[in-house]
């Protein structure tokens, strides 16, 4: 390695998977690279509390109500002017089609997949940021042009939602009060109805928690198996 490469901070990754797990490390062609780093990124937390208050009163307690995901925001820079390379790798790489580039990412990011009927999944890397998210919303700007009027240089303005798997949100939670989403490892002659009875004081919503479960046979349960069960919809 290089003297060079002992001060070269790795570039931020947007790496793109097919499913919420995201497991495994995904092909070249599902990671996109940054040509710059950031300069710098910020993140957003908001608590929402209740809004209701009585009549004829003059305050009220801030009742906590729910924590939104955490957003990610971004600018990303996308040059074809050559900027970036220099001498030799310049020569070699030659000028970058901005215009194909943003819409790579736009693909990988923000289309909706076939396969899946979504945009998919993503994990944004950079140094000790690991963020799995989905992409909330990207303006693209176009800031400099050629003399055929073809663009140059794009600038990304990005916004990412955090996106976390029901099992790790739980773990993170660890709720002991018993509202909002349950989750219970099957035992030995448990049964759907049985347990929606237990937490529901009804087995009539089995066929729900097989929907949310994607149970093929609510019937055979297997233990050892964890199946979540959400808050009802009053």
């Avoid at 004081?201 to 349960?221: E, T």
């Amino acid at each position: 390695m290089g003297l060079l490469n002992l001060f070269k901070l790795e570039k931020l990754k947007v790496q793109v998977f097919s499913t919420r797990e995201r497991l495994g490390k995904p092909a070249s062609k599902d990671i996109f690279e940054v040509m710059f780093n950031p300069e710098s990124y910020s993140q957003s937390f908001e608590n929402v509390f209740s809004s209701s208050q009585g009549i004829n009163t003059s305050g009220r307690e801030a009742r906590y109500s729910l924590s939104k995901p955490s957003n990610l925001s971004l600018k990303l820079i996308i040059d074809g002017t050559g900027v970036s390379n220099y001498g030799a790798e310049n020569l070699l790489s030659g000028i970058k089609d901005v215009y194909k580039e943003v819409q790579r990412f736009l693909e990988l990011t923000s289309y909706m997949d076939g396969d899946i009927h979504e945009p998919k999944f993503l994990i944004v890397e950079w140094g000790k940021l690991n963020f799995k998210c989905r992409l909330k919303s990207v303006t693209v700007n176009y800031t400099l042009f050629d003399s055929a009027g073809l663009p140059l240089r794009a600038e990304l303005n990005t916004v990412f939602v955090s996106d976390v798997e029901t099992k790790q949100r739980l773990k993170k939670e660890s709720k002991n009060s018993p509202d909002l989403t349950h989750s219970r490892i099957v035992q030995a002659h448990d049964t759907l109805p049985l347990l929606c009875e237990q937490i529901y004081g009804s087995p009539h919503y089995f066929i729900q928690i097989a929907q949310v479960n994607k149970l093929n046979d609510f019937r055979n349960l297997q233990p050892g198996q964890e199946l979540f069960f959400p808050p009802l919809v009053n």
